[in-house]
């Protein structure tokens, strides 16, 4: 599966891309949703792992405009949050996300929740 992750905190973007990558997806990432726009653009991921809280445009605010555009609507996307009080599960879920995950990111179900999520998006 084509996984891109966006994450601003490097240690976080490291540690999620190769849990990824070590269960076999193919990993593309970045640390802002302007690169996560640029990446769709270039090669269109099964599901997008985004990290809400981002430098410059939230990821809120990428997740609503990925689903107004036809060509992206239909990717699966999780959140990834460390600030529950901030993003609430009924806000996440209103901006589009189709699942979310609170950090600290437990790696030995990441690779799962993700295929769950996609495999449900696709049903």
């Known amino acids: 599966m084509k996984v891109l992750v966006i994450e601003d905190n490097p240690t976080d973007l490291k540690l999620m891309g190769e849990v990824l990558k ?5 990993v593309r990432e970045g640390t802002s949703a302007e690169e996560a726009v640029d990446a769709i653009a270039a090669d269109k991921p099964d599901i997008i792992l985004l990290d809400l809280h981002l430098p410059g445009m939230d990821g809120l605010t990428l997740v609503r405009q990925l689903k107004v555009n036809a060509a992206t609507n239909l990717i699966p996307i999780v959140a990834v949050t460390a600030y529950t009080d901030r993003y609430r599960r009924e806000d996440i879920a209103a901006a589009g996300c189709d699942a979310c995950i609170t950090k600290p990111i437990d790696t030995r179900s990441l690779s799962k929740q ?4 996609a495999g449900n998006k696709i049903k």
């Not at 070590?22 to 193919?26: A, L, P």
């Not at 993700?114 to 999520?117: A, D, K, Y």
């Open 114 to 117: 993700l295929e769950q999520t």
């Open 22 to 26: 070590m269960s076999g997806h193919i």
